[in-house]
């Protein structure tokens, strides 16, 4: 395979320094991409970066992933026009561990194979550097006036957000000499990221020509937007994780699965394996029936089961049904308590005393009277002989039926259905 051939055709090539094709043809290289570990989870927006190093790793290559612990503590401006807050040592290294695991399940760190990736972070090789030696030693082969024009300065300098501290100002040195310190111990000689990182890639290509007289490369993807020009990987809710702590499989699912038809024509070469002839074959029979959602459903299935599991996969898809289609009571059960809420997420909601349930009440006293969720109980009979309405997904054959803890779903609630579409939400308290 074809690295930058294999980006260009999925949409992941923003730019390229000359020459850093002809580089990549001339046998195994080695490339590195940076994460902040500003959290102990990574999200749907590192996702890119991600994908571009499974790719580079599956081409035969090597990759680098250099957690960001120095320049975690500084921030980058690219992007951005508030400074971020700084983490301290122990949080960092905390952070390290929790992304390497998650970035093992997708990119090779502990086999013998010649090109198995490595971890590296940047604070172990600028911890022990003095201000003095790094304004010394690295500062004085940059010029201000060459800083001052990329664009992430310019932007803050002419006033977006509440202009830059000298901290930030000085990001690109500090990445610049990350790519050095990886060019001098690695032959690590391409730089990949996003195309907000252009400017602190260029800075450090300079620095290796003008220190070490070193030719190194650099490529960069698009920031992903969606088709509406709003931020990708952001709900109502927050960020979109990729730990289960932050945000659930079934959730995660859900995103992709609800992602528009025009962003699901991107995403699916962007954040999927899947090779070039069954994603074509994919979106010419989405064209042809739109209605059955063939893209979101193949790209909310390979994410799934790619960052989570297979059987993580199976149970959102079985979650989902019970909204959208014919569940089982069954199915209903094996939901755990966060995945019934998420489903049931803006249903109405009453509760009732799990007292009175302990001693059992009837079906009407509980639906017309404790919980209005029928106006009366000549309403609620009439519906329930005519099969409208289901608890827990099982129909209620009988008006005097008797309702009590033991109908209660993982110890406290209770699914109405009045109707096909209609539920409702009973919390014993």
């Known amino acids: 395979m074809n690295f930058a051939e294999e980006l260009k055709w999925r949409g992941m090539v923003h730019d390229m320094i000359p020459g850093t094709e002809e580089y990549l043809k001339q046998g195994m290289a080695t490339a590195y991409l940076g994460f902040d570990p500003t959290a102990d989870s990574l999200h749907i927006g590192h996702l890119v970066g991600v994908m571009i190093l499974r790719h580079f790793q599956r081409c035969g290559h090597r990759p680098i992933v250099l957690i960001g612990g120095a320049t975690g503590m500084i921030g980058d401006p690219s992007g951005k026009s508030l400074e971020r807050n700084l983490l301290d040592e122990e949080t960092l290294r905390h952070n390290q561990e929790a992304i390497r695991r998650q970035l093992s399940r997708l990119i090779d760190f502990d086999s013998s194979a010649p090109n198995a990736a490595v971890l590296v972070n940047n604070y172990d090789w600028m911890k022990g550097m003095g201000f003095l030696e790094f304004i010394r030693d690295i500062g004085k082969h940059i010029t201000v006036n060459y800083m001052m024009a990329k664009d992430s300065v310019k932007k803050r300098f002419n006033g977006e957000g509440d202009g830059m501290s000298f901290t930030e100002f000085t990001y690109q040195l500090v990445q610049g000499y990350d790519f050095m310190q990886l060019y001098r111990n690695y032959d690590c000689r391409l730089q990949l990221g996003g195309s907000d990182q252009w400017g602190n890639i260029t800075t450090g290509v300079e620095l290796i020509r003008r220190i070490e007289d070193g030719q190194v490369y650099g490529m960069t993807c698009p920031l992903i937007k969606k088709a509406d020009g709003t931020k990708f990987g952001k709900t109502e809710s927050g960020n979109v994780w990729l730990d289960a702590r932050y945000t659930s499989p079934y959730k995660f699912y859900q ?82 308590e966060q995945t019934l809420l998420q489903v049931f997420d803006g249903v109405p909601q009453y509760r009732v005393s799990r007292s009175a349930l302990e001693t059992g009440i009837s079906f009407p006293e509980l639906c017309v009277e ?60």
């Open 370 to 429: 404790r919980c209005p969720v029928f106006p009366s109980k000549s309403e609620l009979r009439k519906l329930i002989q005519g099969g409208g309405v289901s608890m827990n997904k099982e129909k209620v054959e009988s008006p005097e039926r008797i309702v009590d803890t033991g109908d209660l779903i993982a110890g406290r609630y209770l699914v109405l259905q009045k109707g096909k579409k209609n539920y409702f939400l009973i919390i014993a308290e």
């Open 255 to 336: 995103f992709w699965l609800n992602v528009s038809d025009e962003d699901a024509k991107s995403y699916i070469r962007i954040f999927t394996f899947l090779d070039r002839e069954t994603i074509e074959a994919l979106v010419a029979e989405h064209e042809a029936a739109p209605h059955e959602r063939r893209l979101q459903k193949t790209l909310a299935r390979e994410l799934t089961c790619m960052i989570h599991s297979r059987e993580e996969y199976d149970k959102a898809v079985e979650a989902s049904a019970i909204l959208f289609g014919g569940a089982t009571a069954e199915a209903l059960h094996r939901l755990d």
